[in-house]
């Protein structure tokens, strides 16, 4: 059964560092998303990405974070200059457009911890 | 905010069946109900949807109330690994995508 891979399982990086989490969506997929839980909370929606530009995005994912889809295949999130608040589950998630397929599925994510 | 309700947690002996409810009492008409689980920290898990008929698929059920103000999530048969985290969500229309918003969710327990 196809799914959401990403990659690093874990990141460690010290503050003011840039990182990249990487995620591959299921491969018939056009929408893409970001997710991030930090520990003990909720998980919380960063964005959207659809036919190469941002859909939607919160207000969380301010101007340190950027998405992209660089190839066919890989969607990133990456963040700039990250802060000790940015520790947290990072869940990439992709579907299909149309009817039942509509559902969203996640990536077992990515944890990021800033030092 | 989450436009759903629902118990923070539950306990359920192995081998009987988990009844998880929720409250969605603001649902508009074109909007799913979604049923995910989280196990530890890892990524949700899709469980099942519907709009307003009941559904069943191989790892749950889901009923939904007529007025669609409530629905509640079956899992026949819990074994020790259904032991989660289980977030009902109202998936809407918004701003041109259709992006989840999680609630707190149930923790559901099962016991030996």
């Known amino acids: 059964e196809p799914e959401v891979t990403q990659t690093p399982s874990h990141q460690v990086t010290q503050m003011g560092q840039e990182v990249i989490l990487r995620c591959v969506p299921i491969?018939?997929?056009?929408?893409f998303y970001w997710y991030r839980q930090i520990l003990g909370q909720k998980v919380e929606f960063l964005v959207s990405?659809?036919?190469?530009?941002?859909?939607?995005k919160s207000e969380i994912f301010d101007d340190q974070f950027s998405v992209e889809r660089p190839d066919g295949s890989n969607f990133t999130l990456k963040i700039r200059s990250t802060k000790l608040e940015d520790s947290a589950m990072y869940f990439c998630?992709?579907?299909?457009?149309?009817?039942?397929?509509?559902?969203?599925?996640f990536g077992p994510g990515t944890r990021l911890l800033v030092l | 905010d989450a436009k759903t309700t629902q118990p923070p947690s539950m306990d359920c002996a192995e081998g009987r069946a988990a009844n998880l409810p929720c409250n969605h009492s603001?649902?508009?008409?074109?909007?799913?109900v979604y049923w995910y689980r989280q196990i530890h920290s890892q990524g949700p898990q899709y469980i099942i949807h519907?709009?307003?008929n009941n559904e069943t698929n191989e790892m749950a059920s889901l009923i939904i109330t007529e007025d669609r103000k409530s629905s509640t999530l079956i899992l026949p048969h819990a074994t020790l690994r259904d032991t989660a985290v289980y977030y009902c969500?109202?998936?809407?229309?918004?701003?041109?995508?259709?992006?989840?918003?999680f609630g707190t969710g149930t923790r559901l327990k099962v016991l030996a």
């Open positions: 519907g709009l307003k």
């Open positions: 603001t649902i508009s008409g074109n909007e799913y």
């Open positions: 491969s018939n997929h056009l929408y």
């Open positions: 969500i109202v998936r809407g229309f918004t701003s041109g995508t259709y992006k989840y918003i």
């Open positions: 990405f659809y036919n190469n530009e941002i859909s939607e």
């Open positions: 998630a992709s579907r299909n457009p149309s009817g039942r397929q509509e559902t969203q599925y």
